[in-house]
C-alpha cells in the first residue's frame, strides 16, 4: 500500500516567500512490516550481497561477549504487538510477563574478546530506482547498502554508533550470499531491524530554521511565538502550527533533503578527505510520525494507534531520536559522517 503525506496545514511560502529559494524534496521511505527480498529496497531485508565478499564487521575494542539474542529480541516485540492489538488493550497477561521478562534477559558468549570480528547487522538496503532523491554513487553504483554495530561504545564518545556504508552496482552481483553471519548477541535492541518493505515518496522540503538566513529565521520565530500567545489567549490545547514540526522535515526514514538539527545548534559537515561541505544521504528515524499536530501521519496511517505503528522498523536511535548520514558530494566515495539528533 502507497503511503500519502497530507497536504501542509498552510501554504509556508505564501507567509515567507524567500523560502522559495530553500525549496528541496526527500524521499519519505515509509518502511512498513513485510518480506522483502534482496532484489527489493528495504530496511532490515536480506541484502543483494556476492557470496565471495567478505560480510561487514566491527573489529573496534568493545564488550561485545554479553548482551541479548536476536531471536529474542524479536519474539518479545512479537508478544508486545499481539497484546496491542487487543480490543481493548488492558495490558500483558501474566504469563505474557513472565514471557518478555525471561525474553529480556541477557546471555553471555564463552570466550568472546574485546576485538573478535563482529558480524555487522544489514540495516538497510536503498535501489536507486526507488528513491528519487537518494545521491548518484560512486563508479555508477545504483545501491546503497548500510550496516551498523550492534553495540554502542565506540571512539570517540565511547556511546557512538558505528555505521558502515557500501556502494555497488546491483547487475554485478551474480552468486548472492544466501546465509550471511549475525552476532550471537546484541547489546541494545533498537540495533535489531524488523524486515520492512518501503514505500517511498518524494515530497517539499526545506531547511532546518536555524540554517536560514538570520533574518528570515527571526521572522519565523517571530511568528511562532505569536500563534502560541493566541493559542494560550484562546485557550486552545492544539499545539500551533510550527515550522520545524509541520512545514520543513517530515519525521520518519528518508532520503536526501536537509537535516534537523532540533537537538543540537547546527555545526559544519564537512568531509573528512576533501573538506568540501557534506549533504544530507539518508536518515534513520526512531518513529514514523511524532506528536505535537502529527500533521505529518500519512493518509493511510490516520487513526491507528501509535504505537507500534509509528514504529514499524524497531530501529530506536539515541533517545528516539534519528541518525543523520552525511555524504560527500564532490565524491560519493568519501567516508560518511553522521549526527545523531
Known amino acids: 500500500m502507497n503511503r500519502t503525506t497530507p497536504p501542509r496545514p498552510l501554504d509556508v511560502e505564501a507567509l515567507f516567500p524567500e523560502l522559495a529559494a530553500h525549496r528541496g524534496t526527500t524521499t519519505r521511505l515509509h518502511p512498513r512490516p513485510g518480506r522483502p527480498g534482496v532484489s527489493e529496497s528495504s530496511v532490515g531485508g536480506p541484502m543483494l550481497w556476492p557470496a565471495d565478499e567478505p560480510w561487514p564487521v566491527c573489529t573496534e575494542v568493545h564488550g561485545r561477549g554479553r548482551g541479548r539474542r536476536l531471536e529474542d529480541v524479536r519474539r518479545r516485540r512479537e508478544v508486545l504487538a499481539a497484546a496491542y492489538a487487543r480490543e481493548p488493550y488492558e495490558g500483558l497477561?501474566?504469563?505474557?510477563?513472565?514471557?518478555?521478562?525471561?525474553?529480556?534477559?541477557?546471555?553471555?558468549?564463552?570466550?568472546?574478546?574485546?576485538?573478535?570480528?563482529?558480524?555487522?547487522?544489514?540495516?538497510?538496503?536503498?535501489?536507486?530506482?526507488?528513491?528519487?532523491?537518494?545521491?548518484?554513487g560512486p563508479g555508477g553504483a545504483d545501491l546503497l547498502q548500510v550496516f551498523w554495530c550492534p553495540f554502542d561504545a565506540h571512539?570517540?564518545?565511547?556511546?557512538?554508533?558505528?555505521?558502515?556504508?557500501?556502494?555497488?552496482?546491483?547487475?554485478?552481483?551474480?552468486?548472492?550470499?544466501?546465509?550471511?553471519?549475525?552476532?550471537?548477541?546484541?547489546?541494545?535492541?533498537?540495533?535489531?531491524?524488523?524486515?520492512?518493505?518501503?514505500?517511498?515518496?518524494?515530497?517539499?522540503?526545506?531547511?532546518?530554521?536555524?540554517?536560514?538566513?538570520?533574518?528570515?529565521c527571526a521572522r519565523i520565530d517571530a511568528w511562532e511565538e505569536a500563534l502560541e500567545e493566541e493559542a494560550e489567549e484562546q485557550e486552545d490545547e492544539a499545539d500551533p502550527v510550527a515550522y520545524q514540526y509541520d512545514l520543513s522535515i517530515p519525521p520518519g526514514w528518508r532520503a536526501g533533503g536537509y537535516a534537523s538539527w532540533h537537538k543540537t545548534d547546527p555545526y559544519p559537515m564537512d568531509c573528512p578527505t576533501c573538506a568540501t561541505p557534506m549533504t544530507l544521504l539518508l536518515t534513520v528515524d526512531t518513529s514514523e510520525w511524532d506528536g505535537g499536530t502529527g500533521s505529518w501521519t500519512p493518509l493511510e496511517d490516520q487513526g491507528?494507534?501509535?504505537?507500534?505503528?509509528?514504529?514499524?522498523?524497531?530501529?530506536?536511535?539515541?533517545?528516539?531520536?534519528e541518525l543523520n548520514v552525511f555524504t560527500c558530494p564532490a565524491d560519493p566515495g568519501h567516508p560518511p559522517r553522521w549526527s545523531v539528533q
Open 93 to 136: 497477561t501474566e504469563e505474557e510477563l513472565r514471557l518478555v521478562e525471561e525474553l529480556e534477559r541477557e546471555h553471555l558468549v564463552p570466550g568472546a574478546s574485546e576485538n573478535d570480528p563482529l558480524p555487522m547487522i544489514g540495516l538497510a538496503q536503498l535501489y536507486a530506482r526507488d528513491v528519487p532523491d537518494l545521491p548518484a
Open 304 to 321: 491507528l494507534h501509535p504505537h507500534p505503528a509509528a514504529v514499524p522498523t524497531g530501529v530506536v536511535v539515541g533517545n528516539h531520536g
Open 155 to 216: 571512539r570517540p564518545t565511547g556511546y557512538s554508533t558505528l555505521l558502515h556504508l557500501r556502494w555497488r552496482r546491483a547487475a554485478e552481483v551474480a552468486d548472492v550470499l544466501t546465509s550471511p553471519p549475525r552476532p550471537e548477541v546484541v547489546g541494545y535492541e533498537g540495533y535489531v531491524p524488523e524486515p520492512c518493505a518501503l514505500h517511498p515518496e518524494q515530497v517539499v522540503t526545506y531547511p532546518f530554521a536555524g540554517l536560514l538566513p538570520e533574518d528570515l
